[in-house]
Structures are given as C-alpha cells and as structure tokens.
C-alpha cells in the first residue's frame, strides 16, 4: 500500500499526579508519521529523535484529534537503516550504551584505552512533576541538539552544525546544573566528528563547573583526536590535580609518556 511520509508530530498526554486539573503538567511525545491509504502509520521517537516502537496504525479521525504537527522538528524521511531500530531482531538505538573501564598495564603500542571511556557522573532522574523554568529550558535545549544529531544522521551536516552553533551562541546559562547537559553533548559531538564544535561545548560545561574533572578528562579525548597533545596533556594534569584517584586520566596520561619517549 503506497506510504507518504508526513514528519515529525507530538502527542500530549497528562503527567502523573496531574488528574486532569486546569492547567495540569503535560508530557510531550513524538512521532513520525505517514499517510497510508485512509489511516496513518506513527513511529514514536526517543529524547534523541530515534525510533523505539513499532509502527502502528492510527485512523484519520484519531490522527486529526491528538496527532500535532511540529515544523520545527520535521527531518527527511530516515531509511531503512534507522527505520529497524526499533524491530525485535535489530538492536535498540535508544539502548544505553555500557562505560568501558581502563585496563592498566597495556602494552606501549596499543591505542590508549581511555579513548573508549567516557565518565561522567549520573544526572538524578527527576519523578514527573510541573517543570521549573530552568528544566523547560534543559528539555527545550535538548530537543533541538536532537534534531540536529537527527539531521546529521540524514546528511544536513551543515544545517545540524549551524543549529548547534545557533543553540551554544544563545544559551547565557549560568547554572551550574546545567554541566551535565554540555558534557553529553560534546561526547556526542565528537562521537559524530565534529571536534571542534565539542571543545566548545566541554568548555561551556566547564565555564559552569571549573573544578569538575570528569569534563577535563573528556576535553582531553578531543583535543587528543585533534592532535593536539600539548593541551591534551594540560587537561589530564589538571583533571589530575582536581582528582588524583582519576583513573582513566592517569592511564591517559602514561599513555602519552611513553608515546613521548618513542
């Protein structure tokens, strides 16, 4: 049956505890959408924009009455690739992915261990309740780098850095909460190889949180990849000095002695 791709839509549902009360807390999902035939074929969307349910049937009048389009959102239809990622016998996009722990002793001419491990602490989940300004801002700020890791994924790179830059140039954050939020973004932009636009970002988190090492370390990582072993020294000896029983850092750091030495 022929399929016309529609974008990307949200539905609204009440947040736990809210019972339908006037201006009651909603909670936002998304969707892409397709027309097919008389009804629509939606596919609902993780935080990072990638698919994490079959795709379902829903009629014309459902769509009409609970189904919102978001233009803002709207990427290219994704292929096949990331259309199976939410198939039984495909791995999960949106599985959390497991930290590499740094294996000390490793032979001289191995790669360094450290550029599989990201750290970073656990950011509290928070229970389902009214959001504070600053947690609208946190959910708004991570819905659009998701559509620009989204649009990277479909070949917009330019678009997708231009909406980071957009995002990084707006944010005036000044608190310190907001650390976390920066860290995973700069993981993921290097992760995407885009190391620049990640130093910034691990710089931003740092501008909130000088004294945290974990966001040296991870400095270090990009500045590694972009050759620059002077500076990625200097992060790992001050994530050193924040927290001597770093361990992934001091791994890194003998890595590059003796690469020195060679």
């Known amino acids: 049956m022929p399929k016309t791709y529609k974008g990307i839509y949200s539905t609204q549902i009440p947040m736990r505890g809210a019972m339908g009360a006037p201006g009651q807390a909603l909670k936002k999902w998304y969707w892409m959408a397709w027309a097919v035939d008389a009804d629509f074929s939606v596919q609902q969307l993780s935080a990072t924009m990638e698919p994490i349910s079959s795709p379902q049937t829903v009629s014309s009048a459902e769509f009409a009455a609970r189904f919102t389009h978001e233009p803002g ?45 990201e750290t970073r602490e656990k950011t509290p989940v928070p229970e389902d309740r009214p959001e504070d300004p600053a947690a ?73 949180s000088p004294d945290d ?16 072993m002077a500076q990625t020294r200097k992060f790992l000896e001050e994530a050193l000095k924040i927290s001597p029983e770093l361990e992934p850092a001091r791994s890194f750091l003998d890595f590059l002695s003796r690469k020195t030495e060679k």
Do not use: C
Not at 85 to 99: D, G, Y
Not at 213 to 228: C, K, P, Q, W
């Open 73 to 117: 959102l709207d990427i290219p239809e994704p292929g096949p690739k990331i259309m199976a990622a939410s198939w039984p016998q495909a791995e999960s996009a949106a599985a959390p992915r497991k930290n590499i722990t740094v294996v000390r002793g490793q032979a001289a001419h191995e790669e360094p261990e450290p550029q599989k491990t």
């Open 136 to 208: 609208q801002l946190e959910k708004n700020m991570r819905a659009d780098f998701a559509v620009a890791l989204a649009r990277l994924r479909v070949g917009q790179r330019e678009r997708a850095i231009t909406q980071i830059e957009a995002l990084l140039n707006a944010s005036g954050i000044e608190d310190p909460a907001f650390r976390h939020m920066f860290s995973e973004f700069g993981i993921n932009l290097r992760k995407s190889k885009l190391p620049k636009l990640a130093l910034r970002t691990h710089m931003e988190a740092r501008r909130l």
């Open 213 to 228: 090492s974990h966001i040296l370390f991870n400095a270090a990582r990009v500045t590694y990849e972009m050759g620059d």
